[in-house]
């Protein structure tokens, strides 16, 4: 499982019982002692021990809200003992939260190409908030027609949804956000949704997403490195 806070990863994962694959952590004082030093952090990922409690669930919410700690490009992952630890954490986590669900799509062609938007001047993808009563996947098509502009998409089946945190009117929000496969036209004309900052659309293919990914959210790097590694296998 993971969550984005700006460009800040959090993983909260299980530790393996087997123990094939073992990890170095370190304890929540630890990291905050590196944190604090503020250089050389740039892609770096840490393991620290996931623990019980309140003041531990309250310790990760403040380390996703502070927005020195999201401004840094490095991934942090809690490793628990149990899944029933980790779940009751998540579960206790979210509560902290505003929530609010979106929906979204990753279009390809016929040409395999990517159908990216340019909105508030990173690349991404297009999706929005699901409405009152509103179909999810039904929401997904919407968004996508609505900021791309493109006159017809098939849906064609979900692939894994993300989270992320943002602050708005005073509230954290944790924002999750159903994506779905579809396909697409190269035919179809493109016209960005001005009113949503959406400054241009476009088709792009595996290598010209790969040179624009410095300029996008970890959020949907991620999601395109998991599409990548589908198409390898």
């Keep these: 499982m993971k969550i984005f806070a700006l460009n800040l990863s959090l993983e909260f994962e299980v530790r393996d019982p ?82 609010v669900d979106a929906a979204g799509g990753l279009v390809v062609n016929e040409h395999g190409e990517y159908l990216c938007i340019l909105n508030r001047g990173r690349w991404t993808l297009p999706k929005g908030v699901v409405e009152w009563r509103e179909p999810v996947e039904e929401a997904a098509v919407r968004e996508v027609m609505e900021e791309t502009g493109i006159e017809a998409v098939q849906l064609l089946h979900e692939i894994e949804p993300s989270f992320h945190t943002f602050r708005r009117r005073r509230k954290w929000v944790l924002k999750t956000t159903y994506w779905y496969r579809m396909q697409g036209s190269s035919q179809s004309s493109l016209t960005p949704q001005v009113d949503e900052q959406i400054e241009e659309v476009a088709w792009k293919s595996k290598n010209e997403w790969l040179e624009l990914a410095p300029r996008s959210y970890p959020l949907i790097r991620n999601l395109f490195e998991a599409e990548f590694a589908k198409s390898i296998i």
């Excluded at 490009?73 to 939260?97: G, L, M, N, S």
């Design 18 to 99: 087997k123990g094939k694959f073992t990890f170095e952590t370190i304890s929540f004082a630890e990291l905050m002692g590196h944190l604090f030093k503020g250089t050389g952090f740039e892609g770096q990922k840490y393991y620290i021990d996931g623990l019980e409690g309140e003041d531990f669930i309250q310790e990760i919410f403040e380390l996703q809200a502070n927005e020195i700690w999201r401004e840094m490009d490095i991934t942090i992952c809690v490793i628990f003992p149990t899944e029933k630890i980790r779940q009751t954490f998540w579960e206790t986590f979210q509560d902290r939260f505003k929530h």
